[in-house]
């Protein structure tokens, strides 16, 4: 199309490219979820094959995509964490969406069958829509990743289920309330101890790859890459190395608090984007 009398249709392209030196955080949603639940009976609040299933295409996501430091899910959404160094597809938010989503879709569709042997696909097929956002700062990135839970959608099935609400009116109830207020809920009115809850319903599900846990206080990473302006470029080597310890490192999925400092002071990598340690084997 160079040089022809066509080439005015660049015209019409805009530029989507995001901040610079910012966390990207790419999250996908199930598009029409509900009706599929619905269609396929998955068990609510948490169908535990429709959460394994989730968990296994955000495994393949993370594997195929080593630039992704952690990915997290709760229910039918998942989000997948970009360093602030990262410059894949040049940062543009329709090529990382579209990249990301259309991978969780393709594996999600192709897995299917794993999880519900008995329960073949028939079109509408499950589809994912994703959004970009930054976030400027380890502790933006760290509030984002924390807000996220699985109680409110607990709580609002416990009232649909055992204490005869319709939808309306779960979401009316619960409008303006806050965790400890769930917790009154399910305890109060249904003897339910959120507590005692299995830990991939409580906590979710975070993917990352698995290096040796340091000790914590032996580093200050997240304070490190606050305070850097600009960040770092490395020559193409050592980006290719980077890369290549990447994906000799396993991809694991585990249920833990993402809250909590611990989680972060023992997996500096996930911050720094300096791949860690790949475990000894026994």
């Known amino acids: 199309m160079a040089n022809s009398r066509f080439e005015y249709v660049k015209q019409f392209e805009y530029s989507d490219n995001l901040l610079p030196n910012t966390w990207i955080v790419v999250r996908v949603d199930g598009r029409g979820f509900s009706k599929l639940c619905a269609k396929y009976n998955f068990e609510k609040p948490n169908d535990r094959r429709a959460i394994d299933l989730m968990n296994a295409a955000a495994k393949a996501v993370v594997t195929e995509l080593p630039d992704i430091t952690i990915a997290y899910g709760v229910s039918d959404e998942y989000s997948f964490v970009l360093h602030k160094t990262c410059t894949l597809f040049e940062r543009r938010a329709s090529k990382l969406i579209t990249t990301i989503a259309s ?5 999600y569709v192709h897995l299917w069958s794993t ?31 924390s807000h996220i839970n699985n109680l409110y959608n607990t709580t609002f099935w416990s009232l649909i289920k055992l204490g005869g609400f319709d939808a309306k009116e779960a979401e009316k109830f619960l409008a303006g309330t806050f965790s ?3 917790n009154e809920i399910l305890f109060s009115k249904f003897k339910i101890n959120y507590n005692n809850e299995p830990e991939m319903y409580k906590k979710g599900s975070v993917v990352v790859r698995d290096y040796e846990l340091v000790e914590p206080g032996s580093h200050n990473v997240a304070e490190t890459i606050d305070n850097v302006a600009e960040p770092v470029k490395q020559s193409k080597t050592q980006d290719e190395n980077d890369r290549k310890r990447r994906n000799k490192a396993s991809v694991v999925v585990d249920h833990l608090d993402i809250i909590k400092d611990d989680f972060w002071d023992r997996r500096p990598w996930l911050l720094s984007n300096k791949p860690g340690k790949i475990p000894k084997q026994i």
Request: aromatic content about 18%; charged content about 20%.
């Open 180 to 182: 400890a207020d769930k």
């Open 115 to 145: 999880y519900f042997p008995d329960t073949p696909l028939s079109p509408p097929l499950p589809s994912f829509d994703g959004r970009a956002v930054c976030y400027p700062s380890v502790q933006n990135l760290r509030d984002y990743m």
């Open 103 to 107: 991978t969780f879709t393709s594996y």
